[in-house]
């Protein structure tokens, strides 16, 4: 314990130092999106950049509160700085591979849902 002097009294303080704090413990750690998706995912992609599609269509599906979603070009070049080029080769190598579906529709915005 460690001592002060206050108004001529000598009293007891406790200091942090001397107090142990308990370190907070995550259920799991924040990777930016399930450790199940990213173990879906991890295996099917071969770039970086197609890593951060994978992640970022999960953050998109939570962000949109709804599947399918959109993935527009601007948000992803926004987010990431990724093109549009990128995305697309990525959405299609990610739905051949079964993770993805994508929905065309001539008259609307490609849509995606996530699979598994």
Known sequence: ???????????EVETLKNRLVPKRRRADPHIGCPVEWLKRVLPLVNTKEQLAVAIWLHRRRVVCHNEPFTVPNKALREDLGLSRQVKYATLQH????????LIRDGKHTLQVRLLG
């Open 94 to 101: 990610l739905e051949e591979a079964g993770a993805i579906a």
């Open 1 to 11: 314990m460690e001592y002060e002097i206050r108004d001529g009294r000598r009293i």
